[in-house]
């Protein structure tokens, strides 16, 4: 028997999804993968002051859960970039993240995610983390996310930022039920 095409896509497809998205239940399984993510090095010199510029302009949002490590561990980051910065973190529910990633064709791969958004606009949104990363990461793509909802062009914005890490959390066991 011959797989279909369709067949073999979808198989690449879901290899693809499993090597790209990395479920942690614990601060060590997360601090264990975010070693291997490569953090930024270079920033242009208009970096901290755009940041700190933009601030009143933008808003960080992101879906989180109970329990979640990489959730826990990007609040750490984002509050010390609130107070490096001065941007405003809030919360976003799950299905408003997965609404969001299914109009931006990105699949939903768990909490956390996290997007930059005008503060006068909630329908232009940019993700800048699926899953945690690191600080200067994270750093970096609020830069060049305020820059595309600015008007420097997307492709330009999209190459410069680090692939996202899929560093999310792990779903709680199903529990079954003895009859």
Not at 86 to 111: C, Y
Not at 150 to 172: C, D, L, P, Q
Request: hydrophobic share 45%; with cysteine; net charge positive.
């Amino acid at each position: 028997m011959v797989a279909s095409p369709a067949a073999g896509q979808a198989s690449n497809q879901s290899a693809a999804m499993r090597a790209a998205i990395h479920p942690v239940a614990t601060a060590s399984e997360t601090r264990a993968w975010l070693a291997r993510v490569p953090p930024t090095r270079g920033f242009p010199p208009d970096f901290e002051p755009t940041l700190r510029a933009q601030a009143p302009l933008y808003v960080i949002e992101m879906s989180t859960a109970p329990g979640c490590a990489p959730c826990a561990d990007l609040w750490t980051t984002l509050a010390v970039f609130k107070a490096r910065y001065g941007w405003r973190v809030r919360t976003i529910g799950k299905d408003e993240a997965m609404l969001r990633s299914g109009r931006l064709g990105l699949p939903w791969v768990g909490n956390p995610v996290a997007w930059v958004r005008p503060t006068s606009d909630p329908n232009r949104i940019v993700p800048i983390a699926i899953g945690t990363d690191h600080s200067v990461n994270i750093a970096r793509n609020a830069y060049l996310a305020a820059k595309m909802l600015t008007g420097v062009r997307a492709a330009v914005g999209v190459r410069a930022m680090s692939k996202f890490t899929g560093i999310v959390g792990a779903a709680a066991p199903h529990s079954r039920m003895a009859n």
